[in-house]
C-alpha cells in the first residue's frame, strides 16, 4: 500500500518530494501526481491553442456544427483539467487532514492558502495572460483559492457528510443560476462571482470560474479521498466502479436532456456531429454533466497511470509535483512565444494583449493551423521539463517556509 501516513506541511496543491515521500517525509501515490502532471500537459494544448489557432477566437471549438473531429477532440480534452485539479486538490486536504494537521491548523492553513492563490490569480496569472491594461481574469487558481477558503470549514466535517454537501451543491446549483437572472447591485456581483461566470460590471474583472459548483468539485474530491487510502488491489476495484458510475450517470443524463446541462444536445447534420453535440457539455459554470463526465475519465486515468514508468511518467511527475511553478511558467512562456510569432510576421504587438485582442485578431487574420498549435505544444513541454525538474529538486533540498508556495 502507498499511501500518505505522516502530516502533510507544505502546499495543499503539491507535496514535491523524491522517491515517492512528501516534504514531511510520508510516502504518496505516485499516479496522483502523474495524473496532475498529465492534466497539465493537457492544459498546454488548449492554451497553446488560444494562443495559436486561426479559428480559436472565430467560435467555439466544441460547436458541433462548425467544428471538425481533430478540432472538437483538441479542445473537449482539455475540460478534464480544470475538474482534476480542483479535485485532486480535495484528495490532498483530506490527505492533511488524515495525516494529523488538526482542526484549528488545517483551517488556518486552508485560509492562507486560499488567499494567496486568489492574490497571485488577480496579478502575476492575470498579467501573464494579458501583457496590456489592467485587467484581472479569475480562473482555475481562483476557483481552488476561494474553494479553499470555504473548505477551512467544511474540512471540519466526516469526509461521508462533505460528499453529500458536494453531490448536493453539484445537482441543486443550477437551479439557482436562472432562478437569480437580473440580479443587479452587490447580489449581482455575487452571482457573477458564485454561479454565473461573466465580466463584473464596472470593473476590470472577468470572473470566468464562478466558484460554488467548483466548491462541490472539491468537496467530491475530499469526499472521495479515503478510497485514494486504500490498498492498491482494492483501490483499484473501487476508483472502477465509481468511474463507470460516473460514466453512466453522464450518459443516462445526457440521453434525457432536460436536466444536468443547459445546452441539450440535437441532431445534426451527420452521427459525427450528433455524437460531437452529445458530448458538448458546458464548463462555464460546469455542468453536472461536465463533472460527471470528466472525473469519471480522469479516475480511469489514475487507474492506468499507476502502471506508468519511464521517461514520461518521469516528465509527468515533475509537472505533477510542482503545478503551481509549472502553471505559471507555461503561461508565460505561451505568451511570450506568440509575442516573439508576432512580431516576426509583422503583426502589431497588440494582437498579443489583452488577453489576446480578438478583434484585432480577426481583423489583421493571425493564427495557424492545428499543426503549429500542436507544435506550440511540444515546443512548451520541452522547455518546461527542465524547469519543473530544476524547481521540484529545489523543494527536495530545501526546507524554507516560502518554497511551499511557489
Same mark, same amino acid.
Given at each position: ?24 517525509? =510520508?510516502?504518496?501515490? /505516485? ?14 494544448? /488548449? ?18 456544427? *462548425? ?86 470549514? !467544511? ?29 443587479? #447591485? =452587490?447580489? #449581482? @456581483?455575487? *452571482?457573477?462571482?458564485? !454561479? ?34 486504500? /490498498? ?21 443524463? *445526457? ?28 464548463? +462555464?459554470?460546469?455542468?453536472?454533466? +461536465? ?17 506508468? *514508468? #519511464? ?39 497588440? @494582437? =498579443?494583449?489583452?488577453?489576446? /485582442? ?17 507544435? =506550440? ?30
Amino acid at each position: 500500500m502507498a499511501t500518505a501516513t505522516r502530516p502533510n506541511e507544505g502546499d495543499a496543491l503539491v507535496e514535491p518530494t523524491p522517491k515517492g515521500l512528501t516534504r514531511s517525509g =510520508a510516502a504518496r501515490l /505516485d499516479a496522483i501526481d502523474m495524473l496532475r502532471g498529465l492534466v497539465i500537459a493537457i492544459m498546454v494544448l /488548449d492554451h497553446a491553442r488560444d494562443y495559436f489557432h486561426f479559428y480559436a477566437q472565430r467560435f467555439d471549438p466544441t460547436d458541433p456544427v *462548425r467544428t471538425w473531429p481533430l478540432l472538437f477532440a483538441t479542445r473537449w480534452v482539455t475540460h478534464l483539467c480544470a475538474t482534476t485539479f480542483v479535485f485532486l486538490a480535495g484528495v490532498s486536504i483530506f490527505f492533511q487532514k488524515a495525516n494529523g494537521k488538526t482542526g484549528g491548523d488545517l483551517s488556518l492553513f486552508l485560509v492562507k492558502r486560499g488567499l494567496w492563490l486568489i492574490l497571485l490569480e488577480a496579478t502575476v496569472v492575470s498579467f501573464g495572460f494579458n501583457f496590456g491594461e489592467p485587467f484581472i481574469f479569475f480562473q482555475v487558481i481562483w476557483a481552488i483559492g476561494i474553494s479553499m477558503v470555504w473548505m477551512s470549514l !467544511i474540512a471540519l466535517l466526516p469526509a461521508r457528510w462533505v460528499l453529500a454537501l458536494g453531490l448536493a451543491i453539484l445537482v441543486l446549483y443550477p437551479l439557482a443560476v436562472p432562478a437569480t437572472a437580473g440580479a443587479g #447591485g =452587490a447580489l #449581482g @456581483v455575487i *452571482r457573477t462571482l458564485a !454561479i454565473a461566470p461573466g465580466m463584473i460590471r464596472g470593473t476590470p474583472i472577468l470572473a470566468f470560474y464562478s466558484f460554488v459548483p467548483w466548491l462541490a468539485v472539491m468537496c467530491l474530491g475530499f469526499g472521495l479521498a479515503p478510497v485514494f487510502r486504500l /490498498d492498491r488491489a482494492e483501490r483499484s476495484k473501487r476508483l472502477l466502479v465509481i468511474a463507470v458510475g460516473l460514466l453512466i450517470a453522464f450518459v443516462l443524463l *445526457r440521453l434525457l436532456d432536460s436536466y444536468g446541462d443547459p445546452a441539450p444536445w440535437t441532431d445534426q447534420a451527420t452521427p459525427v456531429r450528433t455524437f460531437l453535440s452529445f458530448l458538448n457539455v458546458s464548463k +462555464y459554470p460546469p455542468s453536472p454533466d +461536465y463533472v460527471f463526465a470528466t472525473l469519471g475519465v480522469s479516475l480511469l486515468l489514475f487507474l492506468v497511470l499507476e502502471a506508468l *514508468r #519511464g521517461p514520461v511518467a518521469t516528465m509527468l511527475l515533475a509537472f505533477g509535483r510542482t503545478p503551481l511553478f509549472t502553471y505559471v511558467c507555461h503561461i508565460y512562456i505561451l505568451h511570450l512565444m506568440m509575442v516573439a510569432a508576432v512580431l516576426a510576421t509583422g503583426f502589431p504587438f497588440t @494582437v =498579443a494583449t489583452h488577453v489576446v /485582442d480578438t478583434t484585432r485578431m480577426m481583423q489583421l487574420g493571425w493564427g495557424y493551423s492545428l499543426g503549429v498549435v500542436y507544435l =506550440a505544444w511540444a515546443t512548451t513541454l520541452a522547455l518546461l521539463v527542465p524547469i519543473s525538474l530544476w524547481f521540484a529538486g529545489v523543494k527536495r533540498r530545501r526546507r524554507d517556509w516560502w518554497l511551499s508556495y511557489l
